[in-house]
């Protein structure tokens, strides 16, 4: 067999090789090998250059043209050709090398893996490389981490073939990082009927406006097929790369190929910040340009206000905190919590009464306290914390129902039905006054759980209850119902009672003015208000447990406002009386009010504290922008989107409504700051700089 040029049209022109053969001539290497080759052995068997073939009785040359065509001198009488071959060496062709080559290569890894696997030390030879420092603590427990470690050879050679290995390694990843969540395998551990929805919001976007919201680290099509497939850890994360290896190191290429809006660096394509930082509200109600162009101007202090006054960095230095309020805000805001010219909350009021219009009707009231002279501020109403403890009767609701829109202190045009139910009214107020005075703060918890019991926690019910003075109820009871245990016992047992009014003093008006000058006097806590027939509260300072409680216990009434009769009116009526900015202890005019996702309503007691455990599309750190950046640290990242002179206008549409109750819809504002430009952070963000990569910024793993 030779190894020559390509074929040419006719069969004696040239030598058919035949490349697949084992063994070619000996004299291949020098251009002239015989046309016969070797046999399959590697023997050579040529003896002429040619075969003489017999035509009639005449032996004719059978060389090829490619061997010089027919000789001169011709066979010999006996038919043997006259050119005899010198016999050659033959040589393995090029593919028997390769086999050869191929076959003792692969004998001597088949070798060498059976006497690793053998050996006693083998985990330390197959070992691709040492482990990050994260993962040092497993580097002896292989099958933490690989799904076939804990098989032979034969499960070994199955995994290398198993499609499926690589997710399996994932879900072995997944058990001791389970924070990541659910969707942990799914791009940025997101759900994959969001991620379906943000990347067509972002393919709208680019195709009609060319802008993207910032934050929104969307998945391009490609990478999110119907089938929602899910990715491998080890498609971003690789081991064995050495103690020091950095597993979350990911290049700028690596994380553009996937997204639908791919740009060639931070300074040189990325989208601008829409909003970014500015999402919503603050959770405490604070106008920065309010104060720094008016309240700070004229503070008492006589100083310039800086932003670190109030604000500091969290220990990791990530997040910028508020500082207390003992530091921030109670110089200039403490005396309006505990501000004395405001009545406290009346937690308590006992209506005022038509007594006359009652028992010109013949109405079974018994004593009831006058209007005039000492109850002159009293209303016709029922408090929102006394019509929680009235709910806690059967038939209270009926009552309520029928003297809607009624006032009770003017009765003259009431129909028979209405008059009946204020007389219950009355006799359900005395028998709820009357049980407190006898059983104590365990008759308050009973009626609170009966009627709050599904709504608000254990905890909050004993917070209130506890916090009820029954000393003063006593107090209350004595001076406004002096004879409130007789009538009670008699009304409950059938008897009758003989009607009873209260005595006019000798000097009403001395005696107005020494009940509001003992009122006053308290400067917080519980106190009794005469005038207005009143059980009250004022703050004892700032973080008020009792307010806290009686707003938090308020709030879960709103949104809840189908039946305006039910307990959960009731807790919307308590939550407005005590959140309004003009009621004692003020909360409201800092603390803001906001839905969650259920739709129920909380107050934001705190500025907002980011949980550790919490990873968002876009992370920053102060820390070093702020060691950089020193004083000019705040201002050249945000500007104020008005003039400090321009001060803006104590109402805020996006905090309280027109009837000055909190706002309940964070999302709907106006930020006091411009949004984060991308110029400013480019300055330092540059390629030259090497601090442009997407995961100084961004977060992969969401949750």
Same mark, same amino acid.
């Given at each position: 067999?030779?190894?020559?040029?390509?074929?040419?049209?006719?069969?004696?022109?040239?030598?058919?090789?035949?490349?697949?053969?084992?063994?070619?001539?000996?004299?291949?290497?020098?251009?002239?090998?015989?046309?016969?080759?070797?046999?399959?052995?590697?023997?050579?068997?040529?003896?002429?250059?040619?075969?003489?073939?017999?035509?009639?009785?005449?032996?004719?040359?059978?060389?090829?043209?490619?061997?010089?065509?027919?000789?001169?001198?011709?066979?010999?009488? #006996?038919?043997?050709?006259?050119?005899?071959?010198?016999?050659?060496?033959?040589?393995?062709?090029?593919?028997?090398?390769?086999?050869?080559?191929?076959?003792?290569?692969?004998?001597?890894?088949?070798?060498?893996?059976?006497?690793?696997?053998?050996?006693?030390?083998?985990?330390?030879?197959?070992?691709?490389?040492?482990?990050?420092?994260?993962?040092?603590?497993?580097?002896?427990?292989?099958? /933490?981490?690989?799904?076939?470690?804990?098989?032979?050879?034969?499960?070994?050679?199955?995994?290398?073939?198993?499609?499926?290995?690589?997710?399996?390694?994932?879900?072995?990843?997944?058990?001791?990082?389970?924070?990541?969540?659910?969707?942990?395998?799914?791009?940025?551990?997101?759900?994959?009927?969001?991620?379906?929805?943000?990347?067509?919001?972002?393919?709208?976007?680019?195709?009609?406006?060319?802008?993207?919201?910032?934050?929104?680290?969307?998945?391009?099509?490609?990478?999110?097929?119907?089938?929602?497939?899910?990715?491998?850890?080890?498609?971003?994360?690789?081991?064995?790369?050495?103690?020091?290896?950095?597993?979350?190191?990911?290049?700028?290429?690596?994380?553009?190929?996937?997204?639908?809006?791919?740009?060639?660096?931070?300074?040189?394509?990325?989208?601008?910040?829409?909003?970014?930082?500015?999402?919503? *509200?603050?959770?405490?109600?604070?106008?920065?340009?309010?104060?720094?162009?008016?309240?700070?101007?004229?503070?008492?202090?006589?100083? /310039?206000?800086?932003?670190?006054?109030?604000?500091?960095?969290? @220990?990791?230095?990530?997040?910028?905190?508020?500082?207390?309020?003992?530091?921030?805000?109670?110089?200039?805001?403490?005396?309006?919590?505990?501000?004395?010219?405001?009545?406290?909350?009346?937690? %308590?009021?006992?209506?005022?009464?038509?007594?006359?219009?009652?028992?010109?009707?013949?109405?079974?009231?018994?004593?009831?306290?006058?209007?005039?002279?000492?109850? @002159?501020?009293?209303?016709?109403?029922?408090?929102?914390?006394?019509?929680?403890?009235?709910?806690?009767?059967?038939?209270?609701?009926?009552?309520?129902?029928?003297?809607?829109? %009624?006032?009770?202190?003017?009765? *003259?045009?009431?129909?028979?039905?209405?008059?009946?139910?204020?007389?219950?009214?009355?006799?359900?107020?005395?028998?709820?006054?009357?049980?407190?005075?006898?059983?104590?703060?365990?008759?308050?918890?009973?009626?609170?759980?009966?009627?709050?019991?599904?709504? %608000?926690?254990?905890?909050?019910?004993?917070?209130?209850?506890?916090?009820?003075?029954?000393?003063?109820?006593?107090?209350?009871?004595?001076?406004?119902?002096?004879?409130?245990? #007789?009538?009670?016992?008699?009304?409950?047992?059938?008897?009758?009672?003989?009607?009873?009014?209260?005595?006019?003093?000798?000097?009403?008006?001395?005696?107005?003015?020494?009940?509001?000058?003992?009122?006053?006097?308290?400067?917080?806590?519980?106190?009794?208000?005469?005038?207005?027939?009143?059980?009250?509260?004022?703050?004892?300072?700032?973080?008020?447990?009792?307010?806290?409680?009686?707003?938090?216990?308020?709030?879960?009434?709103?949104?809840? *406002?189908?039946?305006?009769?039910?307990?959960?009116?009731?807790?919307?009526?308590?939550? /407005?009386?005590?959140?309004?900015?003009?009621?004692?202890?003020?909360?409201?005019?800092?603390?803001? @009010?906001?839905?969650?996702?259920?739709?129920?309503?909380?107050?934001?007691?705190?500025?907002? *504290?980011?949980?550790?455990?919490?990873?968002?599309?876009?992370?920053?750190?102060?820390?070093?922008?702020?060691?950089?950046?020193?004083?000019?640290?705040?201002?050249?990242?945000?500007?104020?989107?008005?003039?400090?002179?321009?001060?803006?206008?104590?109402?805020?549409?996006?905090?309280?409504?027109?009837?000055?109750?909190?706002?309940?819809?964070?999302? /709907?504002?106006?930020?006091?700051?411009?949004?984060?430009?991308?110029?400013?952070?480019?300055?330092?963000?540059?390629?030259?700089?090497?601090?442009?990569?997407?995961?100084?910024?961004?977060?992969?793993?969401?949750?």
């Amino acid at each position: 067999m030779s190894e020559g040029p390509s074929h040419a049209s006719s069969f004696d022109e040239n030598d058919y090789s035949r490349p697949n053969q084992p063994w070619q001539c000996g004299w291949a290497a020098e251009g002239h090998a015989c046309p016969l080759g070797p046999t399959k052995w590697g023997l050579c068997r040529s003896a002429h250059e040619c075969t003489p073939y017999k035509n009639g009785d005449t032996w004719f040359c059978a060389r090829t043209k490619a061997h010089g065509g027919t000789c001169d001198e011709g066979p010999l009488p #006996d038919g043997t050709c006259c050119k005899q071959i010198q016999k050659c060496q033959p040589t393995r062709s090029v593919l028997s090398r390769r086999g050869v080559v191929s076959f003792t290569v692969f004998a001597s890894a088949i070798a060498l893996a059976f006497i690793i696997l053998g050996s006693p030390n083998r985990q330390n030879l197959v070992s691709p490389g040492d482990l990050t420092s994260q993962h040092s603590q497993v580097i002896d427990r292989c099958e /933490d981490c690989h799904a076939a470690a804990a098989g032979g050879l034969s499960d070994w050679t199955h995994a290398s073939f198993d499609a499926t290995v690589t997710q399996r390694q994932s879900d072995l990843c997944l058990q001791c990082h389970a924070e990541l969540g659910p969707n942990a395998k799914q791009p940025h551990g997101r759900n994959p009927e969001l991620l379906v929805e943000l990347t067509r919001q972002q393919v709208e976007r680019l195709t009609s406006e060319r802008q993207r919201t910032d934050g929104e680290l969307v998945v391009a099509k490609t990478m999110l097929p119907q089938s929602h497939d899910a990715l491998s850890c080890a498609t971003c994360h690789r081991e064995h790369r050495g103690n020091n290896a950095d597993l979350t190191r990911l290049t700028n290429q690596q994380c553009q190929v996937c997204h639908v809006d791919a740009f060639h660096s931070f300074s040189d394509g990325h989208p601008e910040f829409t909003t970014y930082p500015h999402e919503r *509200r603050t959770r405490l109600y604070f106008d920065h340009v309010s104060h720094f162009g008016k309240h700070f101007a004229v503070g008492e202090s006589g100083r /310039d206000r800086k932003c670190n006054d109030c604000h500091q960095p969290d @220990v990791a230095g990530r997040y910028m905190l508020v500082k207390p309020f003992e530091l921030t805000c109670a110089e200039c805001h403490s005396h309006q919590i505990h501000d004395d010219t405001t009545l406290g909350i009346a937690v %308590v009021a006992i209506p005022s009464l038509d007594v006359e219009s009652l028992r010109n009707n013949a109405r079974e009231i018994g004593q009831w306290p006058s209007e005039y002279p000492f109850h @002159v501020e009293a209303t016709g109403t029922v408090s929102p914390i006394l019509r929680i403890l009235l709910h806690s009767y059967e038939g209270y609701a009926a009552i309520e129902e029928t003297l809607s829109g %009624v006032d009770v202190s003017d009765l *003259r045009d009431a129909d028979s039905p209405q008059l009946l139910a204020a007389e219950s009214l009355v006799w359900f107020i005395k028998g709820a006054l009357y049980d407190i005075v006898q059983s104590g703060h365990p008759e308050i918890h009973r009626r609170l759980t009966t009627v709050l019991g599904t709504n %608000v926690s254990a905890q909050q019910i004993t917070m209130l209850a506890n916090s009820y003075p029954l000393t003063m109820t006593i107090e209350m009871q004595q001076e406004w119902f002096s004879s409130l245990r #007789d009538e009670v016992e008699s009304k409950r047992s059938g008897n009758a009672f003989a009607h009873q009014t209260e005595d006019a003093p000798a000097d009403p008006g001395l005696a107005i003015q020494v009940e509001r000058r003992e009122s006053d006097m308290v400067a917080s806590g519980w106190y009794l208000h005469g005038s207005s027939l009143s059980l009250r509260y004022r703050a004892n300072g700032h973080a008020d447990p009792l307010l806290k409680t009686l707003l938090d216990v308020g709030s879960v009434g709103i949104g809840n *406002r189908s039946d305006a009769l039910s307990p959960q009116e009731t807790l919307h009526a308590l939550f /407005d009386q005590v959140a309004s900015p003009f009621s004692a202890g003020r909360c409201t005019k800092c603390h803001s @009010v906001e839905r969650g996702q259920d739709g129920r309503a909380h107050v934001n007691w705190l500025a907002y *504290r980011r949980p550790l455990s919490e990873h968002r599309f876009t992370g920053f750190s102060h820390a070093p922008h702020v060691t950089l950046l020193r004083e000019e640290a705040c201002a050249e990242c945000h500007s104020f989107n008005k003039a400090p002179g321009d001060v803006a206008s104590l109402f805020r549409p996006e905090f309280v409504t027109s009837n000055w109750l909190p706002a309940t819809n964070p999302h /709907d504002f106006t930020s006091d700051f411009e949004p984060m430009s991308r110029a400013s952070c480019a300055k330092c963000h540059s390629n030259d700089s090497g601090r442009d990569r997407c995961l100084t910024c961004h977060n992969y793993h969401v949750r």
